[in-house]
């Protein structure tokens, strides 16, 4: 998209729609860079540099995660699992693994924007004698006693600030400009809650394995239908704890997913083949025509036919 020195993109493959994504890098200063994420993959393949960007060879540095839309799962050090959701913003002072194997889109969908900040360097020398004027610092200073990352709800101001960032990189502004888009993130961050205890679900390992699993299942066949009961027995845990698991990792609650899986299976049958309505209800998950075109109704606001014929005549 860009050929200016400070901007390089990489192509992430397709992934569940057959599109590829993206990732933007920006190296703003030795001490600053941001990642424009927009993929459509539940993982990032090796591509993915282990050196995002170039605040130094020690690392030392914290990541800002903005979820614009999808989920993000957060690994930690300790073993535990969380997930980041659209709206939500992580702070991670070292809390969290790095690296391409700590990332995983469980949705499959992924929109964000990440900063990394490493707060030594030229921040010291800006900032000497105003050390609480310095937003890396204090940032850092804030969120490095607790055992986990921060995540809290983004404000609008936060929202508009990285919104801002997103569209001054893509519509070609200048490293100016998106540097102070960026310090301008910084600042408002610091007015945020950081501090403020909130209640948020951790999964261990084997908790985020079923969730996972049962994501597998679901999705082998859509015309086969599993009760919750019958894949908890199978795990050995009770339904409301598959269900719970479920939505940790997933953010949907298991019969969503499953209503949503059957009618993308069906929209996508009618759109790419001449099958019967009948045959892509009975692939799909449904016992009669008549309960599909009702519930197909229900979810586009459109028969089946209708559909098909919407999406014909995209195509010519």
Request: proline share 4%; net charge negative; glycine share 8%.
């Amino acid at each position: 998209m860009s050929e200016r020195e400070w901007e390089r993109e990489l192509t992430i493959p397709a992934g569940r729609r057959d599109e590829e994504g993206s990732l933007l890098f920006c190296d703003l200063v030795p001490e600053l860079g941001a990642i424009l994420i927009d993929i459509h993959s539940k993982t990032i393949p090796e591509l993915y540099p282990a050196e995002r960007f170039s605040p130094g060879s020690e690392l030392d540095y914290i990541t800002v995660n903005y979820c614009r839309r999808g989920r993000c799962e957060l690994e930690l050090k300790n073993g535990e699992y969380t997930y980041l959701g659209a709206g939500e913003i992580a702070i991670d002072s070292g809390q969290a693994k790095r690296g391409n194997d700590s990332f995983y889109y469980p949705t499959g969908e992924y929109s964000g924007v990440e900063l990394m900040v490493s707060p030594g360097g030229r921040w010291q020398d800006i900032f000497a004698g105003a050390e609480d004027l310095n937003p890396a610092e204090e940032i850092r200073r804030r969120s490095e006693r607790f055992d986990r990352p921060r995540v809290i709800p983004a404000s609008e101001g936060l929202t508009q600030a990285v919104e801002q960032t997103d569209a001054d990189v893509r519509g070609g502004a200048s490293r100016q400009v998106v540097l102070l888009d960026v310090l301008r993130f910084l600042y408002l961050l610091l007015d945020a809650p950081i501090e403020e205890e909130r209640r948020r679900e951790y999964y261990t390992q084997s908790q985020v394995a079923i969730a996972k699993k049962v994501m597998e299942i679901l999705s082998e066949d859509p015309a086969q239908r599993y009760a919750a009961s019958e894949l908890a027995e199978r795990f050995g845990i009770s339904e409301t704890s598959l269900k719970n698991y479920f939505r940790g990792v997933y953010g949907c609650g298991y019969g969503q997913y499953q209503k949503d899986m059957r009618m993308q299976a069906a929209a996508g049958l009618l759109a790419q083949t001449e099958e019967a309505v009948g045959v892509v209800a009975q692939r799909s998950g449904f016992s009669s025509q008549s309960k599909f075109g009702k519930a197909f109704k229900d979810y586009y606001g459109m028969t089946p036919l209708e559909y098909r014929r919407r999406e014909k005549i995209k195509e010519s």
